[in-house]
């Protein structure tokens, strides 16, 4: 079931509400009254109130596997310049997290998951949040079958295992783009590219959050530094 709103207390907590009565510390809100934006508690608590967003339902779906995060995702969609019209293919579906922000974008998704279990639960999270995709339960390093593809996304250990079928499935210019933790990968990966793909660019995004208050303005003491490299090539 979606999240369907966001309750935030003073102290800036926030709580994801469905349905039904809403329960915490702070007291109960009936349903009628979080529906009717009169939202305080029956001990007097003020909360503020909005309608969840997709991404609030994608980033708190069911988890299996780490997730990609946003920082990694938006530069993906945003430097592959995927579209309303684009054909994608993606393996290693995890969870589902970025297969629900490639299909949120683009005409279809065809999305590669050898793990039986992750395969179950990445569609059980797709189908609660009403996302149609094209989830195969199959291993994307025996063959890809579509043709005249604009992304191939990769977040796998052995990316170099499916160049061969790349290859053969994206368009001439097309994005093959890999998520890979470790630079030892990132090497082994760049140096099998062959000649039918021009390597782009390695990198890796950095997030820093910033305290603001008034006059008081300084970086946040955590921050959310290297989760993975992205490697990214173009089909020559």
């Keep these: 079931m979606k999240i369907k ?5 003073k102290k800036e907590n926030k709580y994801y509400w469905k349905e039904g009565d809403f329960h915490s510390s702070l007291g109960k809100i009936g349903e009628k009254d979080i529906i009717s934006g009169n939202i305080k508690s029956h001990l007097g608590k003020e909360f503020i109130c909005f309608n969840a967003s997709f991404a609030d339902n994608v980033l708190n779906m069911g988890k299996g596997p780490a997730i990609m995060l946003p920082k990694d995702i938006g530069f ?3 430097y592959s310049g995927i579209n309303e019209k684009s054909r994608i293919v993606e393996a290693g ?8 922000f490639l299909s949120n974008i683009s005409h279809d998704v065809y999305s590669y998951e050898k793990n039986e279990s992750n395969y179950n639960l990445a569609r059980k999270n797709l189908d609660e949040l009403g996302i149609k995709t094209n989830l195969k339960n199959k291993d994307i390093t025996e063959g890809i079958d579509e043709k005249d593809i604009d992304l191939i996304m990769l ?21 093959l783009i890999s998520y890979l933790p470790a630079i ?10 062959g000649d039918n793909f021009f390597f782009d660019k390695a990198i890796e995004l950095i997030e820093r959050e910033w305290y603001v208050e008034g006059q008081k303005v300084r970086p946040k003491s955590r921050m959310i530094g290297h989760t993975g490299f992205l490697v990214i090539f173009r089909k020559i």
């Design 155 to 175: 977040d796998l250990p052995n990316p170099w295992e499916v160049l061969k079928h790349a290859e053969k499935s994206l368009k001439s210019g097309g994005f």
């Design 93 to 100: 579906a995890g969870s589902g997290v970025l297969t629900a």
């Design 5 to 9: 709103k966001i309750l935030i207390d």
């Design 76 to 78: 993906i969609i945003s």
């Design 184 to 193: 030892t990968q990132v090497q082994k990966l760049v140096d099998s590219k």
